[in-house]
């Protein structure tokens, strides 16, 4: 694989980031953003197509562009993703968002804050949580920061679940599953050039849907990381929480429960 300091790649249209982790000692190496993945794991989010119109070149028209893609597991078996509805920002970076249909599937709604330790909402969910941080430290800013986000899956002991994490150090959004199956936690990029200065946002949004063993989340509507695990202790671990909050961080988020989509249940 040629190393991306090779090439002018700059993830700015990528669509999924499942098969990406952190390179051996990221953090010591001081790599940063898309500079430190390495793209060496199977990928989940695969043979993607999208929904617009006929046309087999249907970019070039007006209208909702709605992205599909089948998402393998490992334990052979493959699901249909959640729908994803692409845009373009201003300049010309791909952004998605979940299908706004994907509502009509909440049954109530759980409040995480700064004091609520977890809720639980079942093996399915849709989770929205939105951070902001004040860096202490104005001579290292953002990038200063311990990683902060949310856990789902979580168990009663509390010591085991799927890690939904914003790594300041490292500008990535990071998915840590090695508590069910995962070799490494895998990551996407917070920015998106090789300027080891660029600073990141003051502000992040987590949005995360749950299916029992398949998770996909999207951050602040660009870095998306989709994966299935395996080895659930059991249906008792499926609490949400938040970590990492501190005076430098708050959070909050909003745990839908969700209902069955198809017709077996």
């Given at each position: 694989?040629?190393?991306?300091?090779?090439?002018?790649?700059?993830?700015?249209?990528?669509?999924?980031?499942?098969?990406?982790?952190?390179?051996?000692?990221?953090?010591?190496?001081?790599?940063?953003?898309?500079?430190?993945?390495?793209?060496?794991?199977?990928?989940?989010?695969?043979?993607?197509?999208?929904?617009?119109?006929?046309?087999?070149?249907?970019?070039?028209?007006?209208?909702?562009?709605?992205?599909?893609?089948?998402?393998?597991?490992?334990?052979?078996?493959?699901?249909?993703?959640?729908?994803?509805?692409?845009?373009?920002?201003?300049?010309?970076?791909?952004?998605?968002?979940?299908?706004?249909?994907?509502?009509?599937?909440r049954k109530g709604v759980l409040s995480l804050g700064q004091d609520r330790g977890s809720v639980d909402p079942g093996l399915y969910s849709e989770v929205v949580a939105r951070f902001s941080v004040w860096p202490l430290?104005?001579?290292?800013?953002?990038?200063?920061?311990?990683?902060?986000?949310?856990?789902?899956?979580?168990?009663?002991?509390?010591?085991?679940?799927?890690?939904?994490?914003?790594?300041?150090?490292?500008?990535?959004?990071?998915?840590?599953?090695?508590?069910?199956?995962?070799?490494?936690?895998?990551?996407?990029?917070?920015?998106?050039?090789?300027?080891?200065?660029?600073?990141?946002?003051?502000?992040?949004t987590i949005h995360a849907v749950v299916d029992a063993s398949i998770i996909e989340v999207i951050v602040n509507n660009q870095t998306a990381i989709a994966m299935s695990v395996t080895n659930l202790s059991s249906e008792?671990?499926?609490?949400?929480?938040?970590?990492?909050?501190?005076?430098?961080?708050?959070?909050?988020?909003?745990?839908?429960?969700?209902?069955?989509?198809?017709?077996?249940?």
């Open positions: 694989m040629v190393p991306y300091t090779e090439t002018n790649f700059n993830g700015t249209s990528m669509v999924d980031w499942g098969a990406f982790g952190v390179k051996p000692m990221a953090r010591v190496k001081g790599l940063y953003g898309i500079r430190a993945l390495n793209g060496d794991h199977s990928r989940g989010f695969a043979m993607a197509r999208t929904l617009g119109s006929e046309d087999p070149n249907q970019v070039q028209y007006t209208g909702r562009k709605i992205m599909f893609a089948w998402l393998s597991h490992d334990n052979g078996n493959a699901a249909v993703s959640i729908g994803r509805e692409l845009s373009l920002s201003s300049d010309l970076v791909l952004l998605q968002q979940f299908v706004p249909e994907l509502k009509k599937l430290d104005a001579e290292r800013g953002v990038r200063g920061l311990d990683d902060f986000g949310l856990r789902v899956l979580g168990c009663e002991d509390e010591g085991t679940g799927v890690d939904l994490s914003i790594s300041p150090s490292l500008g990535l959004a990071l998915v840590n599953a090695t508590d069910y199956g995962k070799d490494v936690a895998r990551a996407g990029p917070l920015v998106f050039n090789y300027d080891p200065e660029e600073e990141l946002p003051t502000s992040f008792a671990c499926t609490k949400v929480s938040l970590f990492g909050l501190s005076p430098a961080v708050t959070g909050f988020a909003e745990v839908y429960p969700l209902k069955m989509a198809n017709q077996m249940q």
